[in-house]
């Protein structure tokens, strides 16, 4: 901290000398001119004194005595003017006041030297085993980390419990080429108009052709003479003309200019008989005062329950999931091991960050390690999370509302909340142009209006301000941010981070199943091994012991005879248990264990073949076989 501060300040005061070395230099090139001006007009013969320096200006220091401002101050008397020439010129302007000089250097002092609050660490520069691809991402400036959610973390802490010897190895080459995906949009078709065949217009019209042949179309969906509308536009009675016919008259309101054209064709002709009917059905809307601003009133009454019903949800949602996000501590900590990782990675080559745009978490995923391609930048930092912070695989149960915020449109639903407050303020105003003649409906309506209205503003303006909040909490501008941009950015990744973390989970699931596998086999090829190896030491003994028991003098059969039995070593029924066994057909050695099965089975079935043993030799001749055996 010290050897920061010593830095910070060494750069400080040299910022200082630099700038106070202009100034000066500005000060001598201004004199300079001054004084050539004053050589271009001065008299051969000019011995006057030079006048009193003008008094300073008017300031703090103002009613003072002399002494103690130039005590308190701190403030150098201004430099004598040089010789005037009277006669010739007036007197150049005096230099600028000591005062407006102390305060620029203040000012810029103040500039330069930030208070002790602000001063923020040097970031640490870590030297890599391996040369690491460079992490592109959006880091915040450390002026716009302040008081955002990076201002309380620190990266430098968590370091060691990091382990980055899997991101060396997997990330030691160059930056992994990421694939580009394109999204192609296929562009909307629409339907053309369709045209009913019309009839031939016989009488004479106002109107062009296709207007003519909407109206014919309008009014054979309505239904309704023009007096019926009429009389239900003027009492805005929504029961006599439903919300669907109050959208189609909507569509073939009278404009301006018809307006005029029925009003000059009424003051030549007096009458509109000789119209076609389409035509005289318009000049009936044209009757109806203010016909297109009622009209608008009146969907407005009939749509306001379902606007409003749409709109208060969508600013509740908003509202708590920016809240729920901005207070959402485990994925803080989870940015700051982020944060670590992005300055492992950077900050030999581009120094330490204080902070990262949100948006760098797609460059996570995209990252991908150079020995093998499935594994992302992503999927070490699950693997970190996993092993050393396993309290935050969960983080993503802290981002509630999101997905429901996610959702949100926040430009369509400002134009419907402003679209809103127009339409009401349309409807107040027709109730006082009323005045004692305004509809019954409208002024109910305008009653259950108001106060919905006063809660949908106080609800939007909630939910903007915990938006906004949300966003610069996070280094975000709100004015560049939309919500659904904002949260699906976070659902995103919290998806990816789940699915990162099941794949390694099943990649070592993989891993373990291999190697035990592989240990299986092994054990069984050494079981395997053993077995034959005893079962071959069987063999040999029991060739052996049958060997020493027709030649007691072999050298083999002496070298691995077993002591004889003492009798008390023989126990009660022994021999009984010696003669079963040689019944059954298993070979039985001097020390009462039975002989291995491959033996004892053939052993048995040779006994089964014949009951009597085959006939021998005399002795002598097996003794000799013997000896040449051994």
Same mark, same amino acid.
Not at 171 to 177: E, L, N, P
Not at 321 to 324: N, T, Y
Not at 354 to 360: D, E, T, V
Not at 392 to 396: G, S, T
């Given at each position: 901290?010290?050897r920061t501060?010593n830095e910070?300040?060494?750069?400080s005061?040299?910022?200082?000398a630099k700038l106070?070395? $202009? !100034?000066?230099?500005?000060?001598?090139?201004?004199?300079?001119?001054?004084?050539?001006?004053?050589?271009?007009?001065k008299?051969?013969?000019?011995?006057?004194?030079?006048? @009193?320096?003008?008094p300073?200006?008017?300031?703090?220091?103002?009613?003072?005595?002399?002494?103690?401002l130039?005590?308190?101050?701190?403030?150098?008397?201004?430099p004598?003017?040089?010789?005037?020439?009277?006669?010739?010129?007036k007197?150049?302007p005096?230099p600028?006041?000591?005062?407006?000089n @102390?305060i620029r250097?203040?000012?810029?002092?103040?500039?330069?030297?930030?208070?002790?609050?602000?001063?923020?660490t !040097?970031?640490k520069?870590?030297?890599?085993?391996?040369k690491?691809p460079?992490?592109n991402w959006?880091?915040l400036?450390?002026?716009?980390?302040?008081?955002?959610?990076?201002n309380?973390?620190? %990266?430098?802490?968590?370091?060691?419990?990091?382990?980055?010897?899997t991101l060396e %190895?997997l990330?030691?080459?160059?930056?992994?080429?990421r694939?580009d995906t394109?999204?192609s949009?296929?562009?909307?078709?629409? +339907?053309?108009?369709?045209?009913?065949?019309g009839s *031939?217009?016989?009488?004479? *019209?106002?109107?062009?052709?296709?207007?003519?042949?909407?109206?014919?179309?309008t009014c054979?969906?309505?239904?309704m003479?023009?007096?019926?509308?009429?009389?239900?536009?003027?009492?805005?009675?929504?029961k006599?003309l439903?919300p669907?016919?109050?959208?189609?008259?909507i569509?073939?309101?009278p404009?301006?200019?018809?307006?005029?054209?029925?009003?000059?064709y009424e003051?030549?002709?007096?009458?509109?008989?000789?119209?076609? %009917?389409?035509?005289?059905f318009?000049a009936?809307?044209?009757? !109806?005062?203010r016909?297109?601003?009622?009209?608008?009133i009146?969907? #407005?009454?009939?749509?306001?329950d379902e606007?409003?019903?749409?709109?208060e949800p969508?600013?509740?949602n908003?509202?708590a999931?920016?809240?729920?996000v901005?207070?959402?501590?485990?994925?803080?900590r989870?940015?700051?091991?982020?944060?670590?990782?992005?300055?492992y990675?950077?900050?030999?080559?581009?120094g330490?960050v204080?902070?990262?745009?949100? +948006?760098?978490l797609d460059?996570?995923y995209?990252?991908?390690?150079?020995?093998?391609?499935?594994?992302?930048?992503l999927?070490i930092?699950?693997?970190?999370?996993?092993?050393?912070f396993?309290g935050?695989?969960?983080?993503?149960d802290?981002?509630?509302?999101?997905?429901k915020a996610?959702?949100?449109?926040?430009e369509?639903?400002?134009a419907?909340?402003r679209?809103l407050?127009?339409?009401?303020?349309s409807a107040?105003?027709?109730?006082?142009l009323?005045?004692g =003649?305004?509809p019954?409906?409208?002024?109910?309506?305008?009653?259950?209006?108001?106060?919905?209205?006063s809660?949908?503003?106080?609800?939007?303006k909630?939910?903007?301000e915990?938006f906004?909040a949300?966003?610069e909490?996070?280094?975000?501008?709100?004015r560049?941010?939309?919500?659904?941009?904002?949260?699906? $950015?976070l659902?995103t990744f919290?998806?990816? #981070?789940?699915?990162?973390?099941?794949?390694?989970?099943?990649?070592?699931?993989?891993?373990?199943?291999?190697?035990?596998?592989q240990m299986? $086999?092994?054990?069984i090829g050494v079981?395997r091994?053993?077995?034959? =190896?005893e079962?071959t030491?069987?063999v !040999? =003994?029991?060739l052996?012991? $049958?060997?020493?028991?027709?030649?007691p003098?072999?050298?083999?059969?002496?070298? *691995?005879?077993?002591?004889?039995?003492?009798s008390?070593?023989i126990?009660d029924?022994?021999?009984?248990?010696?003669?079963?066994?040689?019944?059954?057909?298993?070979?039985?050695?001097f020390d009462?264990?039975?002989?291995?099965?491959?033996? @004892?089975?053939?052993f048995a079935?040779n +006994?089964?073949?014949?009951?009597h043993?085959p006939?021998?030799?005399?002795?002598?001749?097996r003794?000799?076989?013997?000896?040449?055996?051994?």
């Open positions: 901290m010290r501060l910070k300040d060494k750069a005061r040299e910022q200082q106070e070395s $202009r !100034i000066q230099e500005l000060e001598r090139m201004q004199a300079n001119m001054k004084a050539g001006l004053l050589e271009a007009k008299e051969p013969a000019s011995t006057t004194n030079p006048p @009193s320096p003008p300073p200006p008017p300031g703090p220091h103002q009613g003072k005595e002399p002494s103690k130039t005590a308190a101050n701190h403030i150098p008397p201004p004598p003017p040089p010789q005037v020439n009277n006669a010739i010129g007197l150049p005096p600028p006041p000591p005062l407006l @102390s250097s203040s000012q810029l002092s103040s500039k330069i030297s930030p208070p002790a609050s602000d001063v923020m !040097i970031k520069i870590y030297n890599t085993r391996n690491l460079l992490l959006c880091p400036k450390p002026n716009q980390v302040k008081d955002t959610v990076f309380n973390l620190d %990266d430098e802490k968590i370091m060691d419990k990091i382990d980055f010897t %190895d990330f030691k080459i160059g930056v992994a080429k694939p394109t999204e949009y296929s562009p909307g078709q629409q +339907s053309p108009i369709g045209t009913g065949n *031939t217009i016989k009488k004479n *019209t106002i109107l062009d052709t296709k207007r003519l042949q909407n109206i014919a179309i054979r969906k309505l239904a003479s023009a007096p019926v509308i009429m009389s239900a536009v003027h009492r805005m009675d929504l006599a439903i669907e016919s109050v959208d189609i008259l569509k073939i309101a404009t301006h200019e018809e307006i005029v054209k029925f009003k000059e003051l030549e002709h007096k009458n509109f008989s000789d119209l076609s %009917d389409e035509d005289q318009l009936q809307l044209v009757k !109806i005062e016909f297109e601003h009622k009209i608008k009146m969907s #407005f009454m009939a749509t306001f606007s409003a019903d749409l709109l969508q600013f509740v908003l509202t999931a920016s809240k729920c901005r207070e959402a501590t485990k994925f803080h989870l940015l700051e091991i982020l944060l670590a990782y992005g300055n990675m950077n900050s030999g080559r581009k330490g204080y902070g990262f745009k949100l +948006s760098s460059t996570l995209g990252l991908k390690s150079s020995v093998e391609r499935s594994l992302s930048l999927h930092i699950a693997e970190t999370v996993s092993r050393s396993p935050l695989l969960d983080f993503a802290q981002l509630k509302f999101a997905d996610s959702t949100i449109m926040w369509a639903v400002l419907d909340m679209e407050e127009a339409n009401f303020a107040k105003k027709e109730r006082e009323k005045g =003649d305004c019954p409906s409208l002024l109910d309506f305008l009653d259950k209006c108001e106060k919905r209205i809660v949908l503003q106080v609800q939007y909630t939910a903007s915990a906004t949300c966003v909490f996070y280094g975000e501008s709100s560049n941010q939309q919500p659904h941009t904002f949260f699906s $950015r659902l919290a998806k990816r #981070f789940q699915q990162a973390v099941a794949e390694n989970e099943a990649r070592h699931a993989a891993a373990e199943r291999s190697q035990g596998e299986k $086999r092994q054990r079981r091994r053993v077995t034959k =190896d079962v030491e069987n !040999i =003994d029991e052996v012991q $049958r060997i020493g028991m027709t030649n003098n072999c050298e083999l059969a002496m070298k *691995t005879r077993k002591p004889k039995l003492d008390s070593q126990d029924g022994d021999f009984e248990r010696i003669m079963n066994g040689l019944k059954e057909g298993a070979y039985v050695t009462g264990a039975q002989g291995t099965k491959r033996y @004892s089975s053939s079935l +006994s089964k073949k014949s009951l043993p006939p021998v030799g005399p002795k002598t001749n003794t000799s076989e013997n000896h040449e055996y051994c």
